[in-house]
């Protein structure tokens, strides 16, 4: 990693700090969700297991998001080149005569 201003190193952190909160808040909703569909099921609304597809299927996608934010690091990065690339495509549009 390159050398940063302070600035810089401030604004990353802060980014990274955002990404882990998402991640943190998806988790809290994952849980409440899920068990909701659990406490449903042992109550007895429905007979079949089905609150495990829901629960399997967002458990991959919130790994998946762990994996993004405290793995790979790449998720602030990503989004900065995707605003990077619409304001360049922005600032071509209006050169246009």
Not at 25 to 41: E, K, T
Not at 46 to 62: H, M
């Amino acid at each position: 990693m390159p050398r940063m201003s302070p600035q810089d190193l401030e604004t990353l952190a802060q980014r990274r700090a955002s990404a882990q909160m998402g991640w943190f808040l998806h988790a809290a909703v994952y849980l409440l969700v899920n068990g909701a569909l659990f406490a449903a099921h042992a109550l007895g609304w429905r007979q079949a297991p089905w609150q495990l597809g829901p629960a399997l299927g967002w458990g991959l996608g919130l790994a998946l998001h762990g994996v993004s934010v405290f793995v790979l690091r790449q998720g602030a990065r990503w989004r900065e080149d995707l605003v990077a690339r619409e304001r360049e495509r922005l600032r071509r549009e209006q050169e246009r005569p």
